[in-house]
């Protein structure tokens, strides 16, 4: 079975300040993927990463970047100085066991009040 | 527009009618998922293609939920009797590589 907690349902953080939306998963595989994805408003998910469980370096893309701790299991993103664009649902899901089926997260809501 | 796109974008129907969804995905893309989210939920897979096969599916497609990629180009999702239940929005996604998945702007179901 494979599982995805994002124990942050909510959070509201002022422009310019850094956030950390938190993801723990669960899974008994040893080969898996972890995946974070944003829901804007307007409702279309946005694929943002893909990492492998075999690839344990953080990743940084512009304000973006995740860090992956398989001790921990946890995949962690963090946005640095936000914007009030950063507004969305952001969701963190997994696939494992060598099915096509992903696992999401019930989703992190971060609000950037300007 | 080269995504996903899916059709219609929403749907109000009364309960015990027949809806059905059309997927159309990436033009190079292979692979073709649905998903359905509730208010307030992550997408929770419902079932997935690779070309016009129907490789897998979830314990959540019923007997009154079909899905078909007769060409293994776009696809449909029927529901069949609709219930309350159903009202959700049904996303469809595509894959090169069954790594990352991109997603259409899903379809509002409203079952009255």
């Known amino acids: 079975a494979q599982k995805v907690t994002q124990a942050q349902t909510e959070i509201s953080v002022v422009e310019k300040e850094d956030v950390t939306l938190d993801c723990v998963y669960e899974?008994?595989?040893?080969?898996?993927?972890l995946f974070w994805y944003k829901q804007p408003p307007s409702g279309e998910l946005v694929f943002l990463i893909r990492?492998?469980?075999?690839?344990?370096q953080n990743e940084i893309s512009g304000r973006y970047s995740w860090n992956f701790q398989k001790s921990t299991s946890s995949f962690n993103f963090t946005i640095t100085a936000s914007q009030v664009v950063d507004s969305a649902v952001y969701f963190c899901a997994l696939n494992s066991g060598g099915y096509q089926k992903v696992t999401f997260g019930i989703g992190t809501k971060l609000q950037v009040i300007p | 527009d080269t995504g996903v796109s899916q059709d219609p974008r929403h749907k109000i129907t009364k309960r015990g009618q027949n809806v059905t969804f059309r997927c159309d995905p990436i033009?190079?893309?292979?692979?073709l998922y649905w998903y359905r989210q509730t208010l307030g939920q992550g997408p929770e897979f419902l079932t997935y293609f690779q070309n016009e096969a129907q490789l897998e599916k979830s314990r959540l497609l019923s007997d009154r939920f079909s899905a078909e990629r007769p060409k293994g180009s776009f696809s449909t999702l029927e529901i069949q009797r609709t219930e309350q239940g159903d009202s959700a929005m049904y996303l469809c996604a595509s894959s090169p590589s069954g790594y990352e998945q991109y997603f259409g702007p899903g379809t509002r179901l409203t079952v009255t």
């Open positions: 990492r492998n469980s075999f690839d344990e």
């Open positions: 899974t008994r595989d040893t080969t898996y993927y």
């Open positions: 033009s190079e893309h292979n692979r």
